[in-house]
T-cell receptor
Framework: DADVTQTPRNRITKTGKRIMLECSQT?????MYWYRQDPGLGLRLIYY???????NKGEISDGYSVSRQAQAKFSLSLESAIPNQTALYFC???????????FGEGSRLTVL | AQRVTQPEKLLSVFKGAPVELKCNYS??????LFWYVQYSRQRLQLLLR??SRESIKGFTADLNKGETSFHLKKPFAQEEDSAMYYC??????????FGSGTQLTVLP
């Protein structure tokens, strides 16, 4: 089935470590997003990409970087993880015309 | 700047009672508004959008530009409606802005 897949689903790491969260999609969408979900704060946009050469910072990009390796792949990196980056991270895709976001199942990251 | 406010973090109602989840937005242009839902152990998914003006799973939401609101309503809540609900705003900005979410619990 066409889908949005995130890996890893769960990760525990230590402060200062580099972490990469990967997202791949088979929906054929050009637009991809990374959101962070925290209790009481909802979903906040970290980065978004409207095609392979169009990458933009979102609301909370500090401490994060992204790579759009192909239309179907969008990776989020934490170069030096810190405890307040402990959160549930979601990748999403969308079709430009529809406006609807399709989400992955989430990657739970814990930084000790 | 665009902003979405969901004033209730938690909302509990009894089965069969009406439910209203509040959403207010701040946006200077012509807004597009959505409700997303996240059931336990499921992905976040679109519930409805204002431009379609449809009822999904008995839920409706009307855009009130005068009050800058897009409240989600259902006349008779069911236990399976228990979930986290997010209001989201799109517009000329190229991405959706989400509210902080409301956790709805429908009690038996």
């Amino acid at each position: 089935d066409a889908d949005v897949t995130q890996t890893p689903r769960n990760r525990i790491t230590k402060t200062g470590k580099r972490i990469m969260l990967e997202c791949s999609q088979t929906k054929g969408h050009d637009r991809m997003y990374w959101y962070r979900q925290d209790p009481g704060l909802g979903l906040r946009l970290i980065y978004y990409s409207f095609d392979v050469k169009d990458i933009n910072k979102g609301e909370i990009s500090d401490g994060y970087s992204v790579s759009r390796q192909a239309q179907a792949k969008f990776s989020l990196s934490l170069e030096s993880a810190i405890p307040n980056q402990t959160a549930l991270y979601f990748c999403a895709t969308s079709d430009p015309g529809a406006g609807e976001l399709f989400f992955g199942e989430g990657s739970r990251l814990t930084v000790l | 700047a665009q902003r979405v406010t969901q004033p209730e973090k938690l909302l509990s109602v009894f089965k069969g009672a009406p439910v209203e989840l509040k959403c207010n937005y701040s946006y200077s242009g012509s807004p597009e508004l959505f409700w997303y839902v996240q059931y336990s152990r499921q992905r976040l998914q679109l519930l409805l959008r204002h431009i379609s003006r449809e009822s999904i799973k008995g839920f409706t939401a009307d855009l009130n530009k005068g009050e800058t609101s897009f409240h989600l309503k259902k006349p008779f809540a069911q236990e399976e409606d228990s979930a986290m609900y997010y209001c989201a705003l799109g517009g000329s900005a190229r991405q959706l802005t989400f509210g902080s979410g409301t956790q709805l619990t429908v009690l038996p």
